[in-house]
């Protein structure tokens, strides 16, 4: 059954009558990062107003794959299971060549993990959680909708914006503003920031259709089915993905000149579906024509105004990378927002939101653009190779492999930048997190929800952990006098090894690893993960 | 044809940007060439004129699908 849009109460705020207070943190654009970050910084104690032109969550379902990392960011921020137990679990996807199938994978072949490859959720239903989970502390997230910021202006140390609402104009100051405005950011193009990168020629239909009988036909399975040059769309490609709700996603490929308004037109639509589906019913639900792009900003920290999410990058979709990589923004930036607010960190610690980030969503950029690339060859030479990687494809494993239908985003690694304290270990310092079963005499756990959200030191098998004030200790397989769990199938200590500690950053990533953790080894680490070592520019 | 183990990944996909790179702004007949002078230098990489007459033939062996 379709979805239904309920709109959001519009209360007219404070400052058209009466002078608003100084704000922490002002976030503009409450889609599901500007929510994301409000929860991040609730739960840290950090107030926010969030301030959204609109009333409703997103329309049409947009981003539907959510990663395991982006889940396991959610978990901490409270949201995590709902959107397990509604979203469609899967982990194969398959490529097609016409009819024939060439290449499957297993995105997670491997059991112990709290969360699985991916689910795929329509954006509404995740923006709709959050929402209902950022109600849940009034006290700290203070959501506007139907106010729109039109102006602002960075004073130095705060942000002053202009803001307009049913009611009129008023203006408030923030230590800080986040820019969780989209693609077409007006924060950005009001402070005239470049945002130009490589924008590819060819167009894709995308649309959402509600139907009882499955499209995948018999199969009638999960899966993500990728076709190159399908039966049903002649030299093009598709993609096929399942939603909750009996909703199906379908990408269809088109020319690069065609008129996308045309193309969008239900009599245009109804029989490329038909084409695919046959004669089972369905209703089109939601219809949208874009051209990929894979762009990112220079700078994603501006002194008191900071991009994040689509506003600072955006890529092209097949690789699930545009709302996992803002996800993994909002879990970099929360937490170092926090720290700068409370007087722990320096302002500088920000800068290392841009370096960790912008590398991220580089890397994002790198892999759409390659396998948008593979999908849409240019010239007659890149067809050719195309097509002889695909006939290879039929035995040749190697030629398997070279089939790009998108990578699928995994967690970026942060090894080897500022904040990390370099040292060799199975988990390298700047990875994130490996999830594992945890059994305690308490109750069962998982290694994600032990060590999220603070400075968290675990130690692996035989490894004694000094106790410090403001670091959490987990033990795994060891006895002490701070809460200790065993490693259900030994998992934990297969993946991290044996007689190690780990440092964990608030974010799930490893920032040191010590075989033997002196109390000043790590302080040193935490120091530096809170930016000590750094020069501070702002 | 003979089926060759997986030596290129993890780096597939930058090979074949790279390829696709040393392609760009060629026309057809410049890319052809390309390609011969390609397949000599692999050729003259592996060296080896068994494994070379194996690989020949395991490609001309897709020929007629």
């Known amino acids: ?538 | 044809m003979s089926i060759e183990p997986d030596r290129l990944s993890p780096v597939q996909d930058e090979f074949y940007q790279a390829l696709m790179a040393a392609h760009a702004g060629l026309d057809e007949t410049e890319s052809h060439a390309l390609n011969a002078r390609l397949v000599l230098m692999l050729a003259n990489r592996i060296g080896d004129v068994n494994v070379l007459t194996q690989l020949l033939q395991s490609a001309r062996s897709y020929s007629n699908d």
Not at chain 1, 315 to 343: H, M, T, Y
Not at chain 1, 469 to 497: E, K, L, V
Not at chain 1, 525 to 535: D, F, M, Q, S, V
Request: charged share 25%.
């Open chain 1, 1 to 538: 059954m379709a979805y239904e849009y309920k709109p959001f109460s519009y209360v007219p705020p404070a400052g058209l009558t009466q002078a608003e207070p100084r704000h922490a943190v002002a976030i503009v654009g409450a889609g599901p990062i500007g929510l994301a970050l409000a929860v991040d910084l609730a739960q840290r104690g950090i107030r926010s107003v969030v301030l959204d032109d609109n009333n409703v969550v997103s329309v049409g379902s947009r981003a539907i794959c959510w990663s395991k990392r982006t889940l396991e960011i959610f978990d901490r921020l409270g949201i995590g299971p709902r959107m397990l137990e509604k979203g469609v679990t899967w982990k194969i996807g398959r490529n097609f060549h016409g009819d024939k199938e060439v290449y499957s994978f297993d995105l997670l072949p491997e059991e112990g993990h709290k969360y699985p490859a991916f689910i795929n959720l329509q954006q509404y239903y995740v923006e709709q959680y959050l929402v209902e989970r950022a109600q849940e502390f009034p006290d700290l997230i203070d959501l506007r909708f139907k106010n729109k910021v039109v102006g602002h202006q960075d004073l130095g140390d705060a942000v002053k914006l202009d803001i307009q609402t049913p009611d009129g104009l008023y203006r408030l100051e923030a230590d800080w503003m986040i820019a969780c405005d989209g693609a077409g950011s007006p924060t950005r193009a009001r402070m005239g920031l470049d945002f130009s990168g490589q924008t590819f020629e060819e167009q894709f239909l995308i649309a959402d259709i509600e139907m009882e009988q499955s499209p995948f036909g018999d199969a009638d399975v999960p899966e993500r089915w990728f076709w190159f040059d399908p039966p049903f769309h002649s030299g093009k490609s598709a993609l096929l993905h399942m939603q909750p709700d009996n909703i199906y996603r379908i990408d269809l490929q088109l020319d690069a000149g065609a008129d996308h308004k045309a193309e969008a037109a239900e009599d245009k639509v109804i029989p490329r579906i038909k084409a695919i589906v046959g004669d089972k019913p369905f209703k089109l639900d939601w219809v949208s024509v874009y051209r990929f792009r894979c762009i990112k900003l220079d700078q994603f920290v501006h002194n008191r105004v900071i991009f994040a999410g689509d506003s600072a990058h955006v890529v092209s979709p097949f690789g699930a990378r545009g709302g996992n990589g803002g996800i993994q923004d909002v879990d970099n930036l929360g937490w170092k927002l926090a720290a700068v607010l409370k007087g722990e960190a320096k302002a500088a610690l920000l800068n290392t939101y841009h370096e960790e980030r912008s590398f991220g969503s580089a890397e994002n950029i790198l892999n759409s653009a390659r396998a948008t690339n593979f999908m849409t060859p240019k010239t007659p030479i890149e067809e050719l190779f195309r097509s002889e990687t695909l006939r290879l494809a039929q035995d040749q494993p190697f030629a398997r492999k070279l089939l790009n239908s998108g990578r699928l985003s995994l967690p970026c690694s942060l090894e080897g930048m500022a904040l990390q304290t370099p040292a060799a270990a199975q988990v390298a310092p700047g990875r994130a997190l490996l999830d594992a079963p945890l059994i305690s005499e308490t109750g069962n756990s998982w290694l994600l929800n032990e060590v999220q959200g603070d400075f968290t030191l675990v130690g692996f098998g035989d490894v004694t952990l000094p106790d410090l004030s403001g670091i959490r200790r987990i033990g795994i397989n060891q006895r002490a006098d701070h809460p200790c769990f065993t490693a259900a199938g030994n998992h934990a200590i297969r993946r991290y090894g044996s007689g190690k500690a780990y440092l964990f950053r608030p974010d799930g990533h490893v920032c040191a690893v010590f075989d033997t953790p002196t109390e000043q080894a790590v302080l040193t680490a935490k120091a530096r993960a809170l930016g000590a070592e750094l020069e501070n520019a702002a």
